[in-house]
């Protein structure tokens, strides 16, 4: 099994940057991929960055030139800048180990409990 745990969440206003980092244990060797998704209220979790563990890196649309998904071998860690963050930003941010393959992210069953960001305006 794979634990995740996210840190750097916080509140930060309109044109602002955090780094979110997603800490791996357990299993590690069995990663494939890492993905950052967001949740807000109401609505289905969906995906913002993944990278491969050869660093085949995803974006959505939404973040692409504003957000940096990145890896942090020595610290079991995936890394999420983000930059000229949006209200629309705003939700609950979670990793969750995955698979990359055909140059798409495929989301797994292991997720971290998940770190607010709320961008105000």
């Known amino acids: 099994q794979v634990q995740l745990v996210e840190s750097g969440g916080g509140l930060v206003q309109v044109g602002g940057s955090l780094r979110l980092s997603c800490a791996a244990s357990?299993?590690?060797?069995?990663?494939?991929?890492i993905g950052w998704y967001r949740q807000v209220p109401d609505n289905e979790r969906e995906m913002v960055a993944a990278?491969?563990?050869?660093?085949?890196?995803i974006y959505a649309d939404s973040v692409k030139g504003r957000f940096t998904i990145f890896r942090d071998n020595a610290k079991n860690t995936v890394l999420l800048q983000m930059n000229s963050l949006k209200p629309e930003d705003t939700a609950v941010y979670y990793c969750?180990?995955?698979?990359?393959?055909?140059?798409?992210?495929?989301?797994?069953?292991?997720w971290g409990q998940g770190t607010q960001v709320t961008v105000s305006s």
């Open positions: 969750n180990s995955g698979t990359y393959y055909s140059g798409s992210y495929h989301g797994g069953d292991f």
């Open positions: 357990g299993s590690i060797d069995s990663i494939n991929a």
């Open positions: 990278i491969s563990m050869d660093d085949n890196t």
